[in-house]
């Protein structure tokens, strides 16, 4: 399906990797490339071993075999957002830049969290508020930013839409699309949402009890039956997302905390990861005014 062969410009390159625990293998002869400014999806279900390959990307496991090639600045969005629950989301952003301590820039300008609230508004309301108080949707944009301060060409995010309403998710992918549009950042998107991660991703591998499954364009993925019955949940075209609620903080008064559950309506086949990511945000909107 459209394999496309990796090159030496690629900002990531897996080869024949192999991660096992203990004497369980969770990763057999796995394969990818990401090459600079692309958003690529790893989908699977449950269990599949995508966390295991994202930790292993970011240096948390280590190879039983294989390689793994990383040739810029990574960083990862950790499943579950794992927020310092009694540190301000200011003081969350800025753990996210200790690592470049060193790096011949001044303290003051590596902790400058301005930049990242220029990319997510949503946030300056909120900036002096515990982190540990926000809702779900407003974590996960606290966990995107942390990542981001450390100036990442390569962002991976594991489970950006886990346990958010289909409105949070849209704000989401919105502002990951416009980070990938403008400031060029790689972005591997692993995800259980098939059709958001086809949607916004222009190229995927579904990944299966540890191999690759299946590889190549978004858009071949999507309109193959084989895949669609298998992996997204039906034969005929791409299945809604997961009833889920976004969770509120205790004390969350914000307009997204008022959107509903209700899924969005199908926005079709998969095409480009930019053209159908203003149809997933148009349509999640929709859904949710309907709703309220």
């Known amino acids: 399906m459209n394999v496309s062969p990796p090159s030496p410009s690629d900002v990531v390159e897996v080869r024949d990797l192999v991660v096992r625990y203990g004497a369980a293998t969770a990763l057999d002869s796995v394969s990818l490339r990401v090459a600079p ?74 902790r400058d969290t301005s930049w990242v609230y220029e990319l997510l508004p949503d946030l300056v309301r909120v900036r002096d508020r515990k982190a540990g ?30 346990g958010l309403a289909p409105l949070i ?35 995927a591998y579904v990944l299966e009890a540890g191999r690759i499954a299946a590889e190549g364009d978004s858009a071949n993925l999507a309109a193959s039956p084989d895949i669609a019955r298998a992996y997204l949940g039906e034969a005929q075209g791409l299945p809604g997302p997961p009833d889920a609620q976004d969770d509120p903080g205790p004390d969350d008064t914000g307009p997204h905390d008022r959107a509903t559950a209700d899924p969005a309506p199908t926005p079709g086949t998969a095409k480009t990861a930019r053209g159908n990511q203003g149809t997933t945000v148009q349509s999640a909107r929709a859904a949710a005014q309907e709703a309220t």
């Not at 279900?45 to 295991?52: C, Q, V």
């Not at 996960?140 to 390569?154: D, T």
């Open 133 to 162: 108080g926000l809702s779900g949707g407003q974590q996960q944009m606290v966990a995107v930013g942390r990542a981001l301060m450390s100036r990442p060409e390569v962002l991976v995010i594991d489970e950006l839409s886990l």
């Open 169 to 203: 998710v849209a704000d989401l992918a919105e502002h990951l699309t416009e980070l990938n549009r403008e400031q060029g950042t790689a972005v591997v998107l692993i995800e259980q949402n098939a059709r958001l991660a086809l949607d916004l991703c222009s190229r």
């Open 37 to 110: 400014g692309e958003m690529v999806a790893l989908v699977g279900p449950n269990g599949a071993g995508k966390s295991t390959l994202v930790n292993t990307l970011t240096g948390i496991l280590t190879p039983a075999s294989g390689s793994v090639e990383v040739r810029a600045r990574i960083a990862q969005v950790p499943e579950g957002r794992q927020m310092f629950g009694d540190l301000t989301v200011d003081d969350n952003l800025r753990l996210g830049a200790w690592q470049m301590s060193g790096r011949g820039r001044s303290r003051r300008k590596q």
